[in-house]
């Protein structure tokens, strides 16, 4: 199994119709990206300071299912609606994990 990690540390101006928006986007996801296996994403509780304010968590069976979600049309469009532009920051990770 693979999984890719994303998190965003939003513009100050990203208020919580952005954040709703977005997530709504990507609830959509998994329905429209058969090659999801898994999916969640949600803001950060604000336990800690310094963390990213979202994070996405999407499980694949593959290397391949994985790039197909990261460049499916749906996705990229996806990230240039929502998250584009609105992000100061991100982080992503890809890794192989047994089930």
Known sequence: ???????????????EAD???IAQAL?????AIEQVRDYRHGSDLGLNDG??????VA????????VT???????QSLIK???????????AIQYQFDT
């Open 1 to 15: 199994m693979y999984r890719h990690i994303a998190m965003f540390k939003f513009n100050d101006d990203v208020g």
């Open 19 to 21: 954040v709703s928006a």
């Open 51 to 56: 963390n990213f304010d979202y994070v996405v």
């Open 59 to 66: 499980d694949f069976d593959s290397v391949d299912d994985y």
């Open 27 to 31: 609830s959509t996801l998994p329905e």
């Open 69 to 75: 979600y990261r460049d499916h049309p749906i996705h």
């Open 81 to 91: 609606e929502h998250i584009a532009g609105r992000v100061a920051n991100r982080a």
